[in-house]
């Protein structure tokens, strides 16, 4: 049993976060604490076998602090970091319902985030979204150009690239802003 107590959030409230790890999961929960009281704003489940970590960070840009799960499913074949992110709501003390990234880097101060997706390294695309509010935008996907073995260019496109018409941009070389993000080396082996 672990906990944190204090203004974990928001700076105006009070919050408990209590983790629970029993033969049969992780159990998150998230209370507020008002007028002498404890309520309760989240409950999350994780299988024990799959449960990475959690921890509490802006990862929309909103100044305000959001509960992450990260946890790695069971089976595959590629790297599949799972982050559950549940963005806190100050205005009416609550959380969002969890919203799922693979593999992702958050940029709090940018609102966006840049990842990679599932694949195998030379097939898996890299990723950029940007939160609009609470809704996630796709900017683009970027993927190996597999018809170029001598200039190893890649494409650019705002869709995936394995839906039907989709427009593709020709990159000489890969844009610097996905060199720094988690697990990099994955997209480039």
Same mark, same amino acid.
């Given at each position: =049993?672990? $906990?944190?107590?204090?203004?974990? $959030? !928001?700076?105006?409230?009070?919050?408990? =976060?209590?983790?629970?790890?029993? &033969?049969?999961?992780?159990y998150?929960?998230?209370?507020? %604490?008002?007028?002498?009281?404890?309520?309760?704003? =989240?409950?999350?489940?994780?299988? *024990?076998?799959?449960?990475?970590?959690?921890?509490?960070?802006?990862v929309?840009g909103? +100044?305000?602090?959001?509960?992450?799960?990260?946890?790695?499913?069971?089976?595959?074949?590629c790297?599949?970091?799972?982050?559950?992110?549940?963005?806190?709501l100050? @205005?009416s003390?609550?959380?969002?319902?969890?919203?799922q $990234?693979?593999? &992702?880097t958050f940029?709090p101060?940018?609102?966006?985030?840049?990842?990679?997706?599932?694949?195998? &390294?030379? @097939?898996?695309?890299?990723?950029? %979204?940007?939160?609009?509010?609470?809704?996630?935008?796709t *900017?683009?996907?970027?993927?190996?150009?597999?018809?170029?073995?001598?200039?190893? !260019?890649?494409?650019?496109?705002?869709r995936r690239? @394995? @839906?039907d018409? *989709?427009?593709?941009?020709? =990159? +000489? !070389?890969?844009?610097?802003? %996905?060199?720094?993000i988690?697990?990099?080396?994955? $997209?480039?082996e």
């Amino acid at each position: =049993l672990k $906990f944190a107590y204090g203004n974990l $959030f !928001s700076n105006g409230v009070k919050h408990l =976060l209590v983790r629970r790890m029993v &033969p049969s999961g992780v159990y998150i929960d998230v209370f507020s %604490y008002r007028n002498k009281h404890f309520i309760s704003l =989240l409950s999350h489940k994780e299988s *024990v076998m799959n449960y990475v970590n959690d921890t509490v960070a802006d990862v929309n840009g909103d +100044k305000a602090f959001d509960l992450l799960v990260q946890w790695y499913p069971g089976a595959g074949c590629c790297l599949r970091n799972i982050y559950e992110v549940y963005i806190y709501l100050p @205005e009416s003390n609550s959380f969002t319902s969890a919203y799922q $990234f693979i593999n &992702p880097t958050f940029y709090p101060s940018e609102k966006i985030i840049r990842g990679i997706g599932y694949g195998q &390294p030379g @097939e898996a695309a890299l990723y950029k %979204y940007k939160w609009n509010g609470l809704h996630i935008d796709t *900017v683009e996907y970027i993927y190996h150009n597999t018809e170029d073995t001598i200039h190893h !260019s890649y494409y650019r496109t705002i869709r995936r690239i @394995e @839906e039907d018409n *989709v427009k593709r941009k020709v =990159l +000489k !070389s890969l844009p610097a802003e %996905y060199r720094g993000i988690t697990d990099f080396d994955w $997209f480039v082996e």
